[in-house]
Nanobody, 115 residues
Framework: QVQLVESGGGLVQAGGSLRLSCAAS????????MGWYRQAPGEQRELVAR???????TYANSVKGRFTISRDNAKTTVFLQMNSLKPEDTGVYYC?????????WGQGTQVTVSS
């Protein structure tokens, strides 16, 4: 069993910043990638950013230049620094991990950006 616990969400004004964290624990073997997805009300869940075992990174076009994904040296905690936040960034942000046992998801953390 793999557990992912997110933290760092909240309410912020447009133009502000937030930093999300996701800590993984449990029986973790061979992590191939970790990342962040988000889901706005009435919308499908979408990729925000993902970092792979070889350190390559993918960002959604809508967040490039504003968001930065990183991880700790143990590669079991992933962070998402979100700057210049916009109201359209509002949603529930989910941490995701792909590993030898399959895919795991966190429970999500709410990010609300007011205009």
């Amino acid at each position: 069993q793999v557990q992912l616990v997110e933290s760092g969400g909240g309410l912020v004004q447009a133009g502000g910043s937030l930093r999300l964290s996701c800590a993984a624990s449990g029986s973790i073997f061979s992590i191939s990638s970790m990342g962040w997805y988000r889901q706005a009300p009435g919308e499908q869940r979408e990729l925000v950013a993902r970092i792979y075992s070889g350190a390559s990174i993918t960002y959604a076009n809508s967040v490039k230049g504003r968001f930065t994904i990183s991880r700790d040296n143990a590669k079991t905690t992933v962070f998402l620094q979100m700057n210049s936040l916009k109201p359209e960034d509002t949603g529930v942000y989910y941490c995701a991990m792909t590993h030898l046992g399959g895919n795991s998801w966190g429970q999500g953390t709410q990010v609300t950006v007011s205009s």
